[in-house]
């Protein structure tokens, strides 16, 4: 006669058996309204489980619960016989006679069931989970939840930022994106951004953004560098339209990669017109303007109380006397607050001589940013008087960012220094 399995051995001395319970429509029962509870409770009412709660006393998260309908509580505590017809058996109140009773019975009636107090008594464990793009991540590390939350929350980032690649191998809409890339660190691109990348069949890359994000992608992945000839140094505008709309016309993903945010001075939004005016639709991403971060990377705060209550951002792409031009220099000289250039590192003589020309004081303070949040950061101090003097000693070349304003003094590692 063969012999039965002996079910009195402790099922944590073999590893458990990862598996998915779909508990929509059946029975769970939960005993104890403590905070553990409050912590679970909300991944079984999303898989539609029928939630009886025992227990004489709850948290007034898992109050709000019951009241919503998404709970049945009994106020009371546990009696036997309160497990009968469950599938699954959460034990997590303060009674560690109470958690072993209803263990007990859980194993009588085969229910698996999860204790909070005594993982080795338990028949099943809990996983510390997540969820991305469809995928659900459940790891198990034995008896450290702490190690398991670690790894789950490292899964679950990669899947976001596409730093861990999960394509999807059915048949998937092909989309278009004009992804802001933020100011050059490959780290301050935005989740969305970085999945979208990792998704992507086409990526159309300016040299001003985030560079090292390239390396990432899988090989397959065609990557046009908008720098390159045979359109001279920069593919010309109306070139980079036609390539986004033949690719996106061939059914392939793509993605327009540009340094900061696609609508500050990056042609995003002459990008999305040439798409819409032959009926493709397009995502625009935002990404972390340049104006703003790379001053914060530098120290220097773009309006500080007391110092400055706003700031103006323009381009310094077209010299003031450039007829092209459409900023408003005599009036920004009388702003009292901050002014960030961009591309304005070739003209900056030219406009430092307007602004003083317009009655801004010449020892207005001044700074220039290249590279900034990048490896190779450098911050160069000057004035309105000599920025042109220091631009030429100092061999600031672009990309750099420019703030003028008393707000240049300001900032923690002046005060360190």
Same mark, same amino acid.
Not at 70 to 75: A, D, R, S, Y
Not at 107 to 131: F, I, L, Q
Not at 266 to 271: A, K, L, N, T, V
Not at 398 to 412: K, S, T
């Given at each position: 006669?063969?012999?039965?399995?002996?079910?009195?051995?402790?099922?944590?001395?073999?590893?458990?058996?990862?598996?998915?319970?779909?508990?929509?429509?059946?029975?769970?029962?939960?005993?104890?309204?403590?905070?553990?509870?409050?912590?679970?409770?909300?991944?079984?009412?999303?898989?539609?489980?029928?939630?009886?709660?025992?227990?004489? $006393?709850?948290?007034?998260?898992?109050?709000?619960?019951?009241?919503?309908?998404?709970?049945?509580?009994?106020?009371?505590?546990?009696?036997?016989?309160?497990?009968?017809?469950?599938?699954?058996?959460?034990?997590?109140?303060?009674?560690?006679?109470?958690?072993?009773?209803? +263990?007990?019975?859980?194993?009588?009636?085969?229910?698996?069931?999860?204790? +909070?107090?005594?993982?080795?008594?338990?028949?099943?464990?809990? @996983? /510390?989970?997540?969820?991305?793009?469809?995928?659900?991540?459940?790891?198990?590390? #034995?008896?450290? @939840?702490?190690? +398991?939350?670690?790894?789950?929350?490292?899964?679950?980032?990669?899947?976001?930022?596409?730093?861990?690649?999960?394509?999807?191998?059915?048949?998937?809409?092909?989309?278009?994106?004009?992804?802001?890339?933020?100011? #050059?660190?490959?780290?301050?691109?935005?989740?969305?951004?970085?999945?979208?990348?990792?998704?992507?069949?086409?990526?159309?890359?300016?040299?001003?953004?985030?560079?090292?994000?390239?390396?990432?992608?899988?090989?397959?992945?065609?990557?046009?560098? /908008?720098?390159?000839?045979?359109?001279?140094? %920069?593919?010309?505008?109306?070139?980079?339209?036609?390539?986004?709309?033949?690719?996106?016309?061939?059914?392939? +993903?793509?993605?327009?990669?540009?340094?900061?945010?696609? %609508?500050? %001075? #990056?042609?995003?939004?002459?990008?999305?017109?040439?798409?819409?005016?032959?009926?493709?639709?397009?995502?625009?991403?935002?990404?972390?303007?340049?104006?703003?971060?790379?001053?914060?990377?530098? #120290?220097?705060?773009?309006?500080?109380?007391?110092? /400055?209550?706003?700031?103006?951002?323009? $381009?310094?792409?077209?010299?003031?006397?450039? @007829?092209r031009s459409l900023v408003d220099w005599a009036s920004l000289a009388k702003l009292t607050g901050t002014l960030v250039i961009l591309m304005g590192v070739d003209k900056i003589g030219k406009i430092a001589e307007a602004l003083i020309a317009h009655g801004k004081a010449p020892e207005t303070p001044l700074a220039l940013i290249q590279e900034g949040t990048t490896a190779a950061q450098r911050r160069v101090d000057a004035t309105l008087a000599?920025?042109?003097?220091?631009?030429?000693?100092?061999?600031?070349?672009?990309? /750099?960012?420019?703030?003028?304003?008393?707000?240049?003094?300001?900032?923690?590692?002046?005060?360190?220094?």
């Open positions: 006669m063969a012999e039965h399995a002996d079910h009195t051995a402790q099922p944590s001395t073999h590893p458990a058996y990862p598996v998915g319970l779909r508990l929509a429509g059946r029975r769970v029962v939960v005993l104890g309204g403590g905070q553990v509870a409050q912590r679970r409770l909300p991944a079984l009412i999303a898989a539609g489980a029928e939630i009886t709660l025992i227990s004489p $006393s709850a948290t007034p998260s898992v109050d709000v619960m019951a009241e919503t309908g998404e709970i049945t509580w009994i106020k009371r505590r546990y009696e036997e016989g309160d497990l009968a017809d469950a599938w699954y058996v959460l034990v997590a109140t303060t009674d560690a006679a109470t958690n072993a009773a209803a +263990s007990a019975e859980a194993e009588r009636s085969r229910t698996w069931c999860v204790r +909070s107090d005594d993982a080795e008594a338990a028949t099943a464990w809990t @996983p /510390a989970t997540g969820r991305s793009e469809g995928v659900t991540v459940a790891v198990l590390t #034995g008896h450290d @939840p702490r190690r +398991s939350a670690t790894v789950r929350d490292a899964i679950v980032e990669g899947l976001r930022d596409g730093s861990i690649a999960a394509p999807q191998h059915r048949a998937r809409t092909p989309f278009v994106a004009l992804v802001g890339g933020g100011p #050059g660190d490959p780290d301050l691109i935005t989740v969305r951004g970085r999945r979208l990348l990792a998704e992507a069949d086409v990526v159309i890359a300016d040299r001003l953004g985030p560079r090292d994000l390239l390396d990432e992608l899988p090989p397959h992945v065609e990557v046009i560098d /908008a720098a390159k000839i045979p359109y001279g140094r %920069f593919m010309a505008q109306e070139a980079i339209n036609n390539a986004l709309i033949e690719h996106a016309k061939a059914g392939r +993903s793509v993605v327009r990669l540009k340094g900061g945010d696609p %609508f500050v %001075f #990056g042609r995003g939004m002459e990008e999305a017109q040439a798409l819409a005016a032959e009926g493709i639709a397009c995502t625009v991403v935002p990404g972390i303007s340049s104006s703003i971060s790379v001053p914060g990377a530098a #120290g220097i705060p773009v309006t500080h109380r007391g110092v /400055a209550h706003e700031f103006t951002v323009v $381009s310094g792409h077209v010299a003031p006397e450039d @007829p000599t920025v042109a003097e220091t631009v030429r000693t100092q061999e600031v070349r672009p990309p /750099a960012v420019i703030v003028i304003g008393d707000v240049v003094a300001e900032g923690p590692d002046r005060l360190l220094s």
